[in-house]
């Protein structure tokens, strides 16, 4: 005899519903195309969460960019001396601090362009 799965089938479409919430038209009310949006939807989430770390870095560079050509010296060369002098703050902090605390980041440059053991 066939048992019929209604609770678990009700259930199943239920979140489905629930997570196309505020979606427009169809795309929120019938299930057929709601489990398709909310599918979309979160593998578009999925993307995003590993796309904002890639911006986020790539905004820290540039910061550290502008900053260190405003003291006379390139990206790379500031990020070498740094590697060199063994300093161990990373893109974030740095950004940070040449955000925020100008005299701080003049203070870094000066110690990433002192020469190193070579």
């Known amino acids: 005899m066939r048992v019929p799965g209604g609770v678990k089938h009700g259930r199943r479409r239920r979140k489905i519903l629930k997570a196309a919430k505020g979606f427009k038209g169809k ?3 019938c299930y057929r195309i709601a489990k398709q ?3 979309k939807a979160r593998r578009h989430m999925y993307v995003s ?3 904002e770390k890639r911006v986020m870095r790539r905004l820290w560079m540039v910061r550290i960019g502008a900053a260190t050509r ?3 010296i390139s990206y790379s060369a500031f990020m070498g001396g740094l590697r ?3 300093v161990a703050l990373n893109r974030k902090m740095l950004a ?3 955000y925020r605390d100008q005299e701080a980041f003049t203070c870094i440059v000066a110690v990433a ?3 190193g053991d070579g």
């Open 84 to 86: 060199k002098a063994g």
């Open 70 to 72: 405003s003291e006379g």
């Open 113 to 115: 362009k002192e020469p």
């Open 27 to 29: 795309r929120r009310s």
């Open 49 to 51: 969460r590993k796309l």
């Open 37 to 39: 949006s909310v599918f």
């Open 96 to 98: 940070d601090i040449a």
